[in-house]
Structure formats: structure tokens, C-alpha cells
């Protein structure tokens, strides 16, 4: 694969997860305080996905979301210092993408 087809192909992976998010809920990146999209290269897990910093209620620091080869993602957050993983949801359809990232980000319980 040639680099501009790579890159082109990891940016649309970002773009659909982006979207995904924003059609279930057009506030939820607003609220999550949603800054910093990087890019995550394509590897032997996962296909591509995106990470960014959050301020939300329940957790302040980076959320990384990746598309795994299965077509469901992995959505992980780490410790303020990046040492170590905090939370990690694996199996996340793209319809469950807001829940999830509620309940990481914002503490919210389907209850």
C-alpha cells in the first residue's frame, strides 16, 4: 500500500468513528471536552482508530479508541501518567460507542 493510500485510509477510519459518535450524540465530544485526535497506525491488533484528551467528570486524560480486525472496538483509557491502563472495553459495537464513553468519561450508569 502506498503511504498517501495508508494515511488516506487511517483519516477515513478516524472520520467514520467520529461521525459514528456524533449521530448517537452531537454534543458528546463537546462534553467530554474532547481535544489532541491523533491517529493510531494500523498493527497486528487492531486496524486503525484515534486517541484524544478528555476533561470529562469521571476522568481527565487520554481515551484511545481502535477498530479491531473483529469490526467492534476497543475503547482504553489510561492513568494520569500514562504508566499504566485504567479502564479498558473490548467487543464495543458502534451503536454502544456514546454509552461507553459516557460511563468512562462522565461516570454515567445506564441506571
Do not use: C
Not at 82 to 98: A, G, N, P, Q, W
Request: no cysteine; charged share 25%; hydrophobic share 40%.
Amino acid at each position: 500500500m502506498e503511504a498517501l493510500d495508508y494515511i488516506e485510509q487511517q483519516d477515513a477510519i478516524r472520520q467514520t468513528v467520529l461521525e459514528q459518535i456524533k449521530a448517537f450524540d452531537q454534543w458528546a465530544l463537546m462534553a467530554y471536552g474532547a481535544t489532541g485526535y491523533h491517529t493510531l497506525a494500523e498493527n497486528d491488533m487492531y486496524q486503525g482508530g484515534f486517541s484524544f484528551k478528555v476533561n470529562g467528570l469521571a476522568y481527565v486524560g487520554l481515551v484511545e479508541i481502535a477498530l479491531m480486525w473483529n469490526d467492534t472496538y476497543r475503547i482504553r483509557t489510561f492513568s494520569p501518567d500514562m504508566s499504566r491502563l485504567k479502564d479498558e472495553v473490548t467487543d464495543v459495537y458502534f451503536d454502544m460507542l456514546v454509552t461507553v464513553l459516557d460511563r468512562l468519561v462522565e461516570g454515567k450508569t445506564n441506571d
